[in-house]
């Protein structure tokens, strides 16, 4: 089964795949550990839940990596997690950036397969996290191919 990320949980938004974006609500941690070994000095931990047309109820959760320095506005960012629907999970990886003058972090994400029934999901597209308070809409656009 394909289909999109596409049903606006909290406000209606374009995607691109042209019927809305799927939207996750959710809570920022500052507490995850960073990766060993790694030039990372800002880690983040994110959890939320949505509704996605293609999978029903879901869960999200991801850390964020990245190197904080006061000189850049931009600051370089990896992340990883997982969505789960269903009794499986979804796996994806992104890299992107935050940048203090928008106050927004952009990524572009792949999803790595999963488990279950989601073993072999495929797609790609963007998460924007606009930063407006303490619970953030986390807003994916893009395609899932889960057949």
Same mark, same amino acid.
């Given at each position: 089964? @394909?289909?999109?990320?596409?049903?606006?949980?909290?406000?209606?938004?374009? %995607?691109?795949?042209? @019927?809305?974006?799927?939207?996750?609500?959710?809570?920022?941690?500052?507490?995850?550990?960073?990766?060993?070994?790694?030039?990372? *000095?800002?880690?983040?931990?994110?959890?939320?839940?949505? *509704?996605?047309?293609?999978?029903?109820?879901?869960?999200?959760?991801?850390?964020? !990596?990245?190197? !904080?320095?006061?000189?850049?506005?931009?600051?370089?960012?990896?992340?990883?997690? %997982?969505?789960?629907?269903?009794?499986? @999970?979804? *796996?994806?990886?992104?890299?992107?950036?935050?940048?203090? @003058?928008?106050?927004?972090?952009?990524?572009? !994400?792949?999803?790595?397969?999963?488990?279950?029934?989601?073993?072999?999901? &495929?797609?790609?597209?963007?998460?924007?996290?606009?930063?407006?308070?303490?619970?953030?809409? &986390?807003?994916? %656009?893009?395609?899932?191919?889960?057949?």
């Amino acid at each position: 089964m @394909s289909g999109c990320l596409d049903d606006g949980r909290v406000q209606a938004l374009k %995607s691109l795949c042209g @019927s809305g974006a799927q939207q996750w609500v959710e809570m920022i941690t500052y507490c995850c550990s960073c990766p060993p070994k790694q030039k990372f *000095n800002l880690c983040l931990g994110f959890t939320g839940t949505g *509704n996605a047309s293609i999978l029903g109820a879901t869960t999200l959760s991801r850390s964020a !990596y990245g190197y !904080y320095s006061p000189t850049k506005d931009c600051i370089p960012f990896v992340s990883d997690g %997982s969505l789960r629907a269903n009794g499986a @999970s979804i *796996n994806f990886i992104a890299v992107g950036q935050y940048c203090a @003058s928008t106050d927004q972090a952009h990524y572009l !994400y792949v999803f790595t397969g999963g488990t279950g029934k989601y073993a072999h999901a &495929e797609g790609a597209g963007t998460i924007t996290v606009p930063y407006t308070g303490q619970f953030e809409p &986390e807003i994916w %656009s893009g395609t899932l191919d889960i057949s």
